[in-house]
Nanobody, 123 residues
Framework: VQLQASGGGLVQSGGSLRLACEAS????????MGWYRQTPGNQRELVAV???????NYADSVKGRFTISRDNAKNTVYLQMNSLKPEDTAVYYC??????????????????WGRGTQVTVSI
């Protein structure tokens, strides 16, 4: 599986961005895709995840502001980020896992990762 993330950039506080992650290769093995983010000196943290059944989970810090969705025809998962805050500044990574289930899975359960895309929210 290969994951190609895009859509990062610089935006003012309160603005919006949409990230996209296109999967290719053995996509039939994917049971969930998620977005993580990481800032310097910190661990990578879950932002949102969507399963093949359409179930979603979000970090508390982004609930009500971010929406994860997917387009099966395009093998692409999106992260719509609204009402962005400076604390959302991070490198965002998309990831996929073959493990089934709707709960929150540990980072190590994700099998494939895309290159990160920088999101910077200015004051």
């Amino acid at each position: 599986v290969q994951l190609q993330a895009s859509g990062g950039g610089l935006v003012q506080s309160g603005g919006s961005l949409r990230l996209a992650c296109e999967a290719s290769g053995s996509i039939f093995t994917i049971n969930a895709m998620g977005w993580y983010r990481q800032t310097p000196g910190n661990q990578r943290e879950l932002v949102a995840v969507i399963t093949s059944g359409g179930s979603t989970n979000y970090a508390d810090s982004v609930k009500g502001r971010f929406t994860i969705s997917r387009d099966n025809a395009k093998n692409t998962v999106y992260l719509q980020m609204n009402s962005l805050k400076p604390e959302d500044t991070a490198v965002y990574y998309c990831a996929s896992r073959s493990a089934c289930g709707e709960g929150i899975f540990p980072l190590l359960k994700y099998d494939y990762w895309g290159r990160g895309t920088q999101v910077t929210v200015s004051i």
